[in-house]
C-alpha cells in the first residue's frame, strides 16, 4: 500500500473502512495507523464525508408501502376439499341456477363458474392484481365470490343474476 | 424469517404470501427510496421510482430463477435504471446553473435551521453531479456497496466505479467549498 493508492482511495471510497476495496482494507489501514501523512488525507476526507452525512434521508411512507401491499400478487383461492368435489360442484350450481335441474350453465356466469372450479381442483394459481383501486374487489375475485355465494344461505346481490 | 434468503421471500411472494411481501419491503424498500433520493432529489419522486421498482419485482416474482442473478444487484439495477431513465426524460428543464441560493451570511442561531440548510445544500449539489457520479456514490457511499457490488449493479467495471466515485466526489468538494468552511466554523466557535 502506497501512500498514493492511499490517497487514490480516500478520494473515491472517502474515510470509512467499511467502504474500501476489501483487499486493500487491511493494508490501508495499516498505513493509516502509522503515517502521519496517510492521517492528514483521511483527516481531508473526512470533511467531506462529514458534509455528505448531512443530506437528507426520509423512511418510505406508510402510505407507499400501504399502495404495495394492495398490489402484490395473489394466489387464486378456490380450492373445495377433495372429499366435497361433487357435492360442491352441485351445490354451486344449484345455487347460481335454482330454477329446475342443474343444466350446464353459458356464456359469462358459466365460464366463470367452469374455470372457479377448475382452477380449485388443480394447484394454487398465481393471480397479479396491479391495480390498487381495485384492492377492495381483488378480495371478491371470481373463484372468492364462487365459494362465498355456494357457500352462504344468503341471497346473492341483484347485480350477480343479470 | 429474517434469516430467509431474498430468493425463497421472492418465491413466497409469488404464491401471493403477504408476510414475505412485507418482510421483502422491509429488507429492501428504504434502501430502493434512498437510492432513489439520492438520485431525483425529493421524497416524492423518489416514492414514484420505489413503487415501480417493486411492482416489477411482484410482477417477476413468479418468473425469478434463484441462482441465475443475485436479487439484491437485479432489484437495485432496475432502480438505478429507472432513475436514470426519469432524470433523462427530465433533463430539458432542469437548468443546471439554478442551484438553490445560498442563505449567504447571517450565521443562524438555530441549530436545527442550520442542519436543515445545509441539508438542502448537500442534495442540491448532488443534484448538480452528472448523473453517473451520482449513482455511483449513492450506491457506494450512501448505501454501503461494496466496490464490486456497485460494479455489477452498475454494469461496470470497479475501476470505473472508482473513477466515478473519484470524480463525484472531486465534483461535491467543489459545490460544497462554502458549506465545509461555514460547517468548520461553527464547530470551532461551538467546541
Same mark, same amino acid.
Given at each position: 500500500?502506497?501512500?498514493?493508492?492511499?490517497?487514490?482511495?480516500?478520494?473515491?471510497?472517502?474515510?470509512?473502512?467499511?467502504?474500501?476495496?476489501?483487499?486493500?482494507?487491511?493494508?490501508?489501514?495499516?498505513?493509516?495507523?502509522?503515517?502521519?501523512?496517510?492521517?492528514?488525507?483521511?483527516?481531508?476526507?473526512?470533511?467531506?464525508?462529514?458534509?455528505?452525512?448531512?443530506?437528507?434521508?426520509?423512511?418510505?411512507?406508510?402510505?407507499?408501502?400501504e399502495r404495495l401491499m394492495a398490489a402484490h400478487p395473489r394466489a387464486a383461492v378456490v380450492t373445495p376439499a377433495p372429499q366435497q368435489d361433487k357435492g360442491f360442484f352441485r351445490r354451486l350450481i344449484e345455487v347460481l341456477w335454482p330454477y329446475g335441474s342443474p343444466v350446464i350453465p353459458t356464456g359469462a356466469l358459466a365460464a366463470s363458474v367452469m374455470l372457479g372450479v377448475v382452477l380449485g381442483s388443480v394447484a394454487e394459481v398465481s393471480v397479479l392484481n396491479l391495480s390498487p383501486a381495485n384492492a377492495a374487489s381483488a378480495e371478491m375475485e371470481t373463484g372468492e365470490r364462487l365459494v362465498a355465494l355456494a357457500l352462504a344461505d344468503a341471497t346473492w346481490p341483484e347485480e350477480w343474476m343479470q | 424469517m429474517d434469516e430467509t434468503p431474498d430468493d425463497e421471500l421472492v418465491a413466497a411472494v409469488a404464491k401471493g404470501d403477504e408476510l414475505a411481501c412485507r418482510l421483502l419491503m422491509e429488507r429492501h424498500l428504504g434502501r430502493v427510496v434512498a437510492v432513489a433520493r439520492r438520485m431525483?432529489?425529493?421524497?416524492?419522486?423518489?416514492?414514484?421510482?420505489?413503487?415501480?421498482?417493486?411492482?416489477?419485482?411482484?410482477?417477476h416474482a413468479e418468473r425469478w430463477q434463484p441462482?441465475?442473478?443475485?436479487?439484491?444487484?437485479?432489484?437495485?439495477?432496475?432502480?438505478?435504471? &429507472?432513475?436514470?431513465?426519469?432524470? #433523462?426524460? $427530465? @433533463?430539458?428543464?432542469?437548468?443546471?446553473?439554478?442551484?438553490?441560493? *445560498?442563505? +449567504?451570511?447571517?450565521?443562524?442561531?438555530?441549530?436545527?435551521?442550520?442542519?436543515?440548510?445545509?441539508?438542502?445544500?448537500?442534495?442540491?449539489?448532488?443534484?448538480?453531479?452528472?448523473?453517473?457520479?451520482?449513482?455511483?456514490?449513492?450506491?457506494?457511499?450512501?448505501?454501503?456497496f461494496s466496490?464490486?457490488?456497485?460494479?455489477?449493479?452498475?454494469?461496470?467495471?470497479?475501476?470505473?466505479?472508482?473513477? &466515478?466515485?473519484?470524480?463525484?466526489? #472531486?465534483? $461535491? @468538494?467543489?459545490?460544497?467549498?462554502?458549506?465545509?468552511?461555514?460547517? *468548520?466554523? +461553527?464547530?470551532?466557535?461551538s467546541a
Amino acid at each position: 500500500m502506497t501512500l498514493e493508492r492511499f490517497a487514490a482511495i480516500m478520494d473515491a471510497y472517502g474515510t470509512s473502512p467499511a467502504r474500501w476495496p476489501a483487499d486493500e482494507r487491511a493494508a490501508a489501514e495499516a498505513l493509516l495507523a502509522e503515517t502521519p501523512a496517510a492521517q492528514a488525507l483521511a483527516a481531508e476526507a473526512a470533511k467531506l464525508d462529514l458534509m455528505l452525512a448531512a443530506a437528507p434521508v426520509e423512511a418510505p411512507s406508510a402510505a407507499l408501502v400501504e399502495r404495495l401491499m394492495a398490489a402484490h400478487p395473489r394466489a387464486a383461492v378456490v380450492t373445495p376439499a377433495p372429499q366435497q368435489d361433487k357435492g360442491f360442484f352441485r351445490r354451486l350450481i344449484e345455487v347460481l341456477w335454482p330454477y329446475g335441474s342443474p343444466v350446464i350453465p353459458t356464456g359469462a356466469l358459466a365460464a366463470s363458474v367452469m374455470l372457479g372450479v377448475v382452477l380449485g381442483s388443480v394447484a394454487e394459481v398465481s393471480v397479479l392484481n396491479l391495480s390498487p383501486a381495485n384492492a377492495a374487489s381483488a378480495e371478491m375475485e371470481t373463484g372468492e365470490r364462487l365459494v362465498a355465494l355456494a357457500l352462504a344461505d344468503a341471497t346473492w346481490p341483484e347485480e350477480w343474476m343479470q | 424469517m429474517d434469516e430467509t434468503p431474498d430468493d425463497e421471500l421472492v418465491a413466497a411472494v409469488a404464491k401471493g404470501d403477504e408476510l414475505a411481501c412485507r418482510l421483502l419491503m422491509e429488507r429492501h424498500l428504504g434502501r430502493v427510496v434512498a437510492v432513489a433520493r439520492r438520485m431525483m432529489g425529493n421524497q416524492a419522486d423518489a416514492e414514484e421510482v420505489a413503487q415501480e421498482v417493486f411492482l416489477r419485482v411482484w410482477t417477476h416474482a413468479e418468473r425469478w430463477q434463484p441462482g441465475k442473478a443475485q436479487f439484491g444487484t437485479w432489484l437495485y439495477r432496475v432502480a438505478a435504471n &429507472l432513475c436514470l431513465d426519469r432524470l #433523462r426524460r $427530465l @433533463r430539458p428543464s432542469v437548468d443546471i446553473d439554478e442551484m438553490p441560493d *445560498l442563505v +449567504s451570511g447571517e450565521p443562524g442561531p438555530d441549530a436545527r435551521l442550520e442542519q436543515d440548510r445545509l441539508a438542502a445544500r448537500v442534495e442540491a449539489a448532488l443534484q448538480q453531479l452528472p448523473e453517473r457520479q451520482r449513482l455511483a456514490i449513492a450506491l457506494s457511499h450512501y448505501e454501503g456497496f461494496s466496490n464490486i457490488e456497485t460494479a455489477e449493479i452498475l454494469e461496470v467495471s470497479v475501476e470505473a466505479v472508482e473513477s &466515478l466515485l473519484s470524480r463525484g466526489r #472531486r465534483q $461535491l @468538494r467543489v459545490l460544497l467549498a462554502t458549506e465545509r468552511d461555514e460547517l *468548520l466554523r +461553527s464547530r470551532e466557535t461551538s467546541a
